[in-house]
């Protein structure tokens, strides 16, 4: 089992001002989504796409594979892995800190993820003490909601902004979970902090103009330094 995460990195520029954190979903590795975000990149960021460790997973039947934290079930009442959601909401707060050493402010940094490590990227955000510039989340849910909005009392992220997309064709992750999730973010962060945008025809996926909306995002939440 790997127990450290390894970093799939796309560096645009020696001139860097924002760091993105994008975490893939269960199954997956970062190399998919460091692909995607080299045709949205700006000179002036850098996306990091670190890839999960390996463990087994419940609802694939034990099989291990690559996992931010075990998954029990995916019906809105099934049982979630509250020490493993914990354990790797803290490695993510590790990279943060590690992008501050490197000379980024906690406020120059979007967090985000697909599907899983969507789900995740909530978590962290929502109750780490760095300030952060925002959060992507596409395709997920907001884990231990029903810890929330006391989980987040102690946050740095009150009210950041986040944009949350969903496919409305997704048969894995349907987009109530993500109307839902929305709805429970509202009264964490504020209804002015969220951003929610829906793709027809799009399933467990994303799309060139999810991909846009992400650039938009990230483009209007934190401008070039001059």
Partial sequence: MRTMISLRLIVSSLCRSITVIFLHGLGD???GWAEAFAGIRAPH?????????????????????PSWFDIIGLSPDAEEDDSGIKKAA??????????????????RIVLGGFSQGGALSLYTALTTQQKLAGVVSLSCWLPLRSTFPQAANNTANKNINIL??????????????GCLTVE???????????????????????????????????EKQLPPIN
């Fill in 29 to 31: 590795t970062g190399h």
């Fill in 45 to 65: 960021v850098k996306y990091i796409c670190p890839h999960a460790p390996i463990m087994p997973v419940s609802l694939n039947m034990n099989m291990a594979m």
């Fill in 90 to 107: 803290e490695s993510i707060k590790a990279l943060i800190d590690q992008e501050v050493k490197n000379g980024i402010p906690s406020h």
């Fill in 164 to 177: 949350h997309c969903h496919g409305e064709a997704d048969p894995l992750v349907p987009v109530v979970f």
């Fill in 184 to 218: 429970k973010l509202k009264n964490i962060v504020g209804p002015e902090s969220i951003t929610f945008k829906t793709y027809p025809r799009m399933q467990h996926s994303s799309c060139p103009q999810e991909m846009m909306d992400i650039k938009h995002f990230i």
